[in-house]
């Protein structure tokens, strides 16, 4: 094996030198705020095309917007990399807000300039897109015409988002005020201790039973005391959501997150339809887990606890080395990306107090280079994470052609290298196993990651479609919605567990976030989607590398249908498709359900 000694610190000096103090960083700020002045001015006299003629200005405009927001976006990356590296680094919380400043002042003389050119005359707008530039970028300004005429009229809508900011988004400013000043009390090791709610749920997979019960018992409790201010965040928001939809003259709640997603309500039906048919297996293993941890069934806080432990460490160069390895067999190329990011210092993986947890990637576009945040310990967990962060990383790598206003895809496949490159790492892992304890727990982490998405982002996503229903006739109390939830939970795991988690709808974050509406199905799409590419390469070995790529590239360009069937030749609206992911996974468990039979 080559001597290498990678940096396990990043560098960020390349982009802006000195930090939060940065002089550069200064003048680049104040660079963008005079372009961006200028820019908004041209943006706020644009009227709606009357002849195609304009085309040059219009794609002169749209290049300028795109030189300006990459600016505002290399200044924002920088900025979420000293703040996630220095968590006491204030100056770098004073430079976030300018950021947010500056993106607030684009995005409202951008959305002005989309709706004024999605009223452009049919006829007009088919000329339009012939213009070379704007022909390119077809999908996106369809995009943006199609949503235009979907909405009320422009002053309606500014009213609308006029009134969102005190009627809508602040119910979900609310419930992160409560649920910020919420504690529970917990006595480990015989010391009580106040625990905020998010430092308790991660005590839910403590290793000792006891513990994730009385946590459990005490988070539910803490719930329960204050459903009723839930229940009324839950249902206000929601209420604003559904009348804004009844306005507009949507019937389906789902078209809006449909829409962002770019897909299908056959799509996502076909997708739920085929999990639905494939339960069982993922049912056994609860079941065998329930078993090894000495019970008939699970009850909620044993989902997220682990029955033995991986004891295989890793330092951070032979975590490199064995991700380069796996990479290469799969895409020389994607290997290649790799071990350029760990000699270019675009990781900071140290283990060092003062960090922000949990693991990001941020693309400098400007620079062309994107930088990976996480903390390496050693755990092949921390292995898996820096593979899924560097499929990120290339992913942005593979959109550099395209036109930066293509770059920008969905949620539901945004996820879609990350968890390619995190299957290869996690399947090579069991596979190199040294021990049948370590393989176990390896699997059991895999299949863990499988029940989130098939069963409980399930019943998320089937308690949010019945909570809406009901919204639509009156307000929701929480004895209800505590109803609607259990009642989800035992579908959705098909009454694999013995105890519910009620309060369920008041805990998760999701439910209230207002940015995105049904912040869960793009998750579950996101992974499957990505295993039937990981399947498809499986088969077909390095070969694939070119398709993947040329996959990766149109994730923001068109929808997820036709994404799909260009690259993959696969029809995704049928339930045949959703079913080669869950193959894979389904073959976890038959292997957990061998080795823990011993
Ligand atoms: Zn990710």
Not at 340 to 361: L, M, Q, T, V, Y
């Amino acid at each position: 094996m080559p001597q290498t000694s990678y940096p396990i610190v990043w560098d960020l000096e390349t982009f802006f030198q000195g930090g939060s103090d940065s002089e550069e960083l200064r003048q680049h700020l104040d660079d963008v705020k005079d372009r961006l002045k200028t820019y908004s001015a041209k943006l706020n006299q644009f009227e709606t095309p009357t002849s195609s003629s304009e085309a040059d200005h219009i794609a002169s405009l749209i290049e300028e917007g795109s030189n300006v927001s990459q600016h505002i976006r290399q200044a924002g990356a920088f900025i979420t990399c000293l703040e996630a590296q220095d968590m006491t680094d204030h100056k770098a919380s004073t430079l976030r807000s300018e950021v947010m400043e500056l993106n607030a002042t684009y995005g409202a003389a951008f959305n002005r300039f989309k709706q004024k050119l999605a009223q452009t005359e049919v006829s007009v707008w088919q000329e339009l897109l012939k213009h070379e530039q704007l022909a390119e970028l077809s999908f996106v300004l369809n995009e943006w015409r199609e949503a235009a005429q979907e909405q009320l009229s422009e002053d309606e809508e500014s009213l609308i988002t006029a009134l969102s900011v005190d009627g809508y988004h602040a119910w979900g400013q609310m419930y992160n005020t409560i649920v910020g000043e919420m504690t529970v009390n917990v006595t480990i090791d015989g010391e009580e201790k106040e625990l905020s709610v998010g430092q308790a749920n991660n005590l839910l997979s403590h290793e000792d039973p006891n513990v994730r019960k009385q946590v459990y018992e005490k988070l539910e409790a803490a719930w329960k005391e204050k459903e009723s201010l839930f229940a009324n965040t839950l249902n206000h928001l929601a209420g604003f959501r559904l009348n804004v939809y009844d306005k507009r003259g949507w019937d389906n709640v789902l078209k809006e997150p449909l829409d962002i997603n770019r897909m299908q309500q056959e799509t996502l039906d076909a997708m739920w339809g085929a999990i639905t048919k494939h339960k069982q297996p993922f049912v056994d293993f609860l079941y065998r887990k329930a078993s090894l941890l000495g019970k008939e069934k699970l009850d909620w806080y044993d989902l997220g606890a682990p029955t033995q432990e991986n004891t295989q460490t890793l330092s951070y160069d032979e975590g490199a080395q064995f991700i380069l390895k796996h990479f290469k067999q799969f895409s020389p190329k994607l290997a290649d990306f790799a071990e350029h990011a760990f000699e270019n210092g675009w990781i900071e993986a140290e283990d060092r107090s003062g960090k922000r947890p949990g693991g990001f990637c941020t693309g400098f576009p400007l620079s062309e280079e994107s930088r990976i945040f996480m903390t390496y310990s050693g755990s092949m967990s921390n292995v898996a994470t820096l593979a899924h962060e560097l499929g990120h990383a290339f992913h942005t790598h593979a959109l550099k052609p395209v036109h930066p206003l293509n770059r920008r895809y969905a949620m539901n496949v945004a996820e879609t290298a990350s968890t390619f490159a995190e299957m290869i790492v996690a399947d090579a892992s069991v596979k190199e196993a040294e021990s049948d304890q370590d393989k176990i727990a390896l699997l059991e982490d895999k299949l863990q990651r499988s029940v989130a998405f098939f069963m409980n982002i399930h019943s998320r996503f089937l308690f949010e479609t019945r909570f809406y229903a009901e919204r639509k006739n009156g307000f929701v109390p929480a004895e209800r919605l505590n109803e609607l939830t259990d009642q989800a939970q035992r579908e959705a795991y098909q009454d694999a567990v013995q105890s519910t988690s009620p309060s369920y709808w008041s805990n998760k974050l999701h439910f209230h976030i207002t940015g995105v509406p049904f912040y869960n199905f793009p998750y579950t799409f996101g992974y499957l989607f990505s295993l039937s590419i990981y399947a498809r390469a499986l088969e077909e070995g390095v070969s694939y590398e070119d398709k993947y790529m040329a996959l990766l590239q149109d994730t923001a360009r068109m929808s997820v249908e036709d994404l799909a069937m260009k690259h993959l030749g696969e029809d995704i609206t049928k339930e045949a498709f959703w079913e080669k992911g869950i193959e894979l996974c389904k073959r976890d468990v038959e292997e957990y359900l061998d080795l823990t039979s011993k």
